[in-house]
């Protein structure tokens, strides 16, 4: 009998052209007109960068400076060589800085997308400037790429870039994925373009979402308002009239948990953590880390601090918060005034519980971007990372104290509104952030957690961090693209929690 023929080769990978809004680097002019660069904060950066030094590949995306020139062309291409991949900028105009970034992507949808509608400004002029900018990045991208590339665009600000792209005849696949949480129906209606931004993100081949939740959120949109859309498996499938299919799924996104955890145990580490703890002796430290964000409810935290050292008097003097917020968006009013009031409070609290000559400082707060070693140092030095956002994607923080936490004793108190909650919810101590009360406990019973629990619970933790991580992430949805049958997605039950799994929680919480 003749042998059945060997299967065909898998066609080559295809070239990785990655669109964020920044680059991961950002440039600026020092005193002297000089050219500088710094890193990009948020977690769409640490995300990605080590994908991209993994496959190589390009990354297209704003330099963060708007009197673009040669020069910072010549300054991206340097950076490029020693990153393995290339940098292609895109050049943004202060016009475009206000309107497009400023204005349309976070002071409307940013806040939109986190359930805080009351805060955006939907303001016409920005919607003019977002579809301005959107062209601006296709430009680059029908520039940069070939028909055999594979184009995958992240988060919110460039929602209709896949449209953009199709009107200028790219014919490679266009993949989106959302960093930030899709809001509910009744949130979305708000948004004056509601059904443009709809339309233009089924011109993706995939859309990818953090939980199931914002997947959830998206398909109850598609089907309250574009009836002509039909879905099919499991809502994982939206059928356009067209002819074409979008695939719709849920990618929690990881970190690199090895390099973490590889650094948390580097020598350098240990002395930094050895320096903390002698000058802090025996105290129980606190680690609040953020970029500064209402969504990443900092005030809250702060009361919720405060309430545990009025009810549970004991802890005074045995407990610190080091709380770490990296400076952000400080052109719009909203950013500018939550700074205010975080320091007013940690002010405030500070001057509640000091006591004369005594050497005990309730919070001790960081107001810059700290260098990747001293950022570990702090989480590994934690007992207790308090990560209590109101609403987040997904919230890295959390999984880089859980990478971090070598030693297995760390507690994690996570907020129940974070994407993250859905994967950790096993380890961590889930809170309401806006229960001070429920939070002060919460802090409480970390603070008097047996060894034994606390190592138990991180096990769970690191588990869930180390298997989950970014390269998973990243598989998966590349699979997810190109998998011709949406029921063969390659994700195992430990990836993504079921539906029924996250709601147990909510199920658990309500019988009580
Ligand atoms: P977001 O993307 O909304 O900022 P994430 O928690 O997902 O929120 O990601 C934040 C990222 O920024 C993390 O990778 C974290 O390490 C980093 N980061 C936060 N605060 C600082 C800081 N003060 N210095 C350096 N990096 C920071
Ligand atoms: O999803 C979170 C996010 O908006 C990312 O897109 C970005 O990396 C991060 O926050 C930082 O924000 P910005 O680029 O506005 O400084």
Redesign the pocket.
Known sequence: MLEPPPPPPPPPPRRLVVV???LPLVLTRDADGRLVGRP??????TALLPVLRDRGGVWIGWPGIVDHDDEVKAALVGAAETAGYRLAPVALSAQDEAGF?FGF??EVL?PLFHDLQSLCNFDPAYWRSYCDANHKYAQVVVAETAADDFIWV????LLPLASELRRAGVTAPVAFFL??PFPPLDIYLKLPWRFALLRALLDYDLIGFQTLRDQRNFTQCLRALLREVRLTNRAGMAHLPDGRDVRIGAFPIGIDANAFQRQASSPTVQAAVDAMHAELPNRELILGVD?LDYTKGIPLRLEAFRTTLRRHPELQKRITLIQVVVP??DDIPEYRDLKTRIEQLVGEINGEFTRPGGRWVPIHYIYRALDRLDLIAYYRAARIALVTPLKD?MNLVAKEFCACSVDEDGVLILSEFAGAAAQLQHGALLVNPYDLEGTADAIYRACNMPQSERQARMRVLRRAVSRQDVFRWVNSFLEAAIASDLDAFPLPDDYLPSAEAETAYWQTEFAE
């Not at 990009?40 to 950066?45: D, E, F």
């Not at 992240?154 to 600000?157: I, S």
């Open positions: 964020s809004n920044r990009s904060g948020g977690g769409l950066v970034y992507s976070n940013w992240h988060d919110y600000h960093h930030t970029r952000s968006r994607g």
